[in-house]
């Protein structure tokens, strides 16, 4: 699950640098985290909502780490406490953003590849998929 937490910040990180798509990419880029990074996280059996919760909830504490440090660094460096609130306060609504995003975009392949499965199996035992 730490390598698809690590995929993500990557993906989240890369949607954010890249010059020309960054107002396009940036605001999905937990999404696409999510959407991409759980495919690095194997599923022991697990539903996927749990899955894709238990995937959210770490990219949002490791996200929240980073937004905390950069908010105490923001506080340290401007000795002004509207500043300090305005960095954690975004650092929370970001985190809660990320965390949220990171969990549907989880849940999203999660879904897709259990409906898969399902559908293989169900063709597998010769059922139709619409029965």
Known sequence: ?????????AIMVGCF????????????GPFIAGYWGIQYAPN???????????FGLLLA???GLILAAFAMLLTAMFDDPR????????????????????TMGAMFYSLRE???????????VGCKADE
Do not use: C, N
Not at 17 to 28: D, G, M, N, S, T
Not at 83 to 102: D, H, Q
Not at 114 to 124: F, L, P, V
């Open 1 to 9: 699950m730490i390598v698809g937490v690590l995929v993500g910040l």
């Open 17 to 28: 640098l890249i010059p020309i798509a960054h107002f396009v990419l940036a605001p999905a």
């Open 44 to 54: 022991p059996g697990r539903h996927y909502a749990m899955h894709g919760l238990m």
């Open 61 to 63: 504490l490791s996200m």
């Open 83 to 102: 500043v300090a609130t305005l960095a954690w306060l975004g650092a929370g609504v970001f985190t809660l953003y990320t965390g949220s995003m990171g």
């Open 114 to 124: 259990q409906q898969k499965s399902d559908r293989a199996s169900m063709q597998e």
